[in-house]
């Protein structure tokens, strides 16, 4: 890192990251136009912008993960080597991503101190004091100091991932990066998030805070930057824009409003789940969802609900109970028998699942609808199956530039959205989904909505199993929340979200009087 004694001169006082004029091309594709981004002492800033914008790129940039073809990053007015991890670390810039960069057969304690351990003189590790500094550190940012002894396998991935913000502050982060920190949480967990972030800025660090949950912008932000198209549109105190107003510039108009629309729920049950029980935390769960129905299910971490979504996917097998679709008993033992038994699957956790990285979007689309897209059984009709993809690319907002580009190139939200495309391309008749609008952006989760609605008015079961509040109040007609591994509380639409908050934590007196049985169906 060299000096750059000119350029100190030009900074506000508290201007502690400055990055000027960033360009990236990637081939004919220009992720970044010429990017000026500024981060101040102390301020939460959020950078915000459609899927494929060029947040990712620009943190990468930032981070030294990547060089950038022009541009320049300065930390209190020193040059920040480019393409350099050690670099950017160096000059205190540290990312958080969604999945934590930990050791999980360390306790939280070695992690904190991993490679820098205290010792006496090159002696052995000063174990008590070593503990006692982790548990200290830990209370400063807000987190249960007890956590300093557990072993990090045994945390929630919110929990690591809060170790891991834990983990930049032990090494005097000046520059925080959180990618998506919320993505994974549920709402309560989000509040000892933005506890621990507010502890951070007061602390006098930086945070880049990025993130599609708009809504909670308002609670955690000083400033925000709307990014589109590979450049800053705008760049403004927080208190200065509306999330509408916030949206509005992402997506370059005016945003649409889903409109629920006429729907008839049928009597005829679509799925049903009987006292099933699976893995540590599904104990007896029991719902129904009628066909046309959209039934919402919320719960905490822990509770439950990706133990239900895993075993009706059939990667997590039942213990105890059955699944029964249109009324039929099924044995699910893996995700095979459960698409046979004609139940569309959108997992969770997609990044680590179900894309061809180097493969077609098309092919990513149609791989598990070779019969659909062939003619006579065995020949794939390319254009049927290139038209499908044009459609699915228009209406879920996909940015990139062919069917055929490697889906490997696209932004993580676009690819999250030719898995859901995948999903709907024979109009199942079951459709479980797993945090439908994760990752991806304002525009293309009310696009997602539209499209889940008009599968439930065509008579699709719809089980909707997300973290979201927001979502789980727009879509369902029912919510369900699971407490302990049991269907806890039920709710009809329209129900406040403070109720499901109260009911997921097992705050609300009367929570379990709301049950299945009472239901009635207009
Ligand atoms: N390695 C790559 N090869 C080709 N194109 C790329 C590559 N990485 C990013 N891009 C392109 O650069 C653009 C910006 O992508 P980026 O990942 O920065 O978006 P983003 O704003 O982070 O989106 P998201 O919200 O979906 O994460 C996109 O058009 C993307 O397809």
Known sequence: MTSTAASVPELPLDTLLQAGGITKAYGGVRALR?????????????LVGENGAGKSTLIKMLSGVERPDTGSVTVRGEAVAPG????????GISTVYQEPHLFA??????????????????GPVRWAEQFATAAELLEQIGLDPVLASRQVGDLSVGEQQLISIAKAFATKV????????????????IDTLF???????????GVIYISHRLDELAQIADRVTVMRDGEVVTSAPMSELSTRAIA?????????????????????????????????????ANLTVAQGEIVGVYGLIGSGTGELARALNGVLPAKAGQILIRAKPLTISNPRDSARAGIAMLPGNRKVQGVFLDKSLTFNLSVSHLPFFSRLGFVLDQLRERR???????????????????????????????????????KPSVLVLEEPSQGVDVGAKGEIHRLVFDLARDGAAVLVISTDLDEIRTLSDRVLIMRQGAVAAEFQRGIAASRILAAASGDEPEATTETTQKVERV
């Open 105 to 122: 057969e360390l306790t939280v304690a070695e992690n904190l101190f991993l490679g820098r351990e205290l010792r006496g003189r090159g």
């Open 34 to 46: 010429g990017v000026d981004f500024d981060v101040r002492l102390g301020e939460v800033h959020a």
């Open 388 to 426: 499908s993809m044009l459609d699915s690319m228009r209406k879920l907002r996909v940015k990139a530039p062919y069917p055929e580009t490697p889906i490997g190139s696209l932004s993580g939200g676009n690819q999250q959205k030719v898995v859901l495309a995948r999903q709907l391309v024979e």
């Open 195 to 205: 506890g621990v972030v507010r502890r951070m800025r007061d602390a006098g660090v």
């Open 84 to 91: 350099s991890p050690s670099a950017s670390l160096a000059a």
């Open 248 to 284: 509005e510039l992402m997506i370059g108009g005016e945003l649409d409003v889903v409109e629920v629309g006429e729907r008839t729920v049928s009597t005829d049950i679509g799925v049903e789940v009987r006292s099933l029980s699976a893995g540590k935390a599904l104990r007896c």
């Open 174 to 189: 000046r520059v925080l990066i959180l990618d998506e920190p919320s993505a994974i949480l549920a709402d309560h967990d």
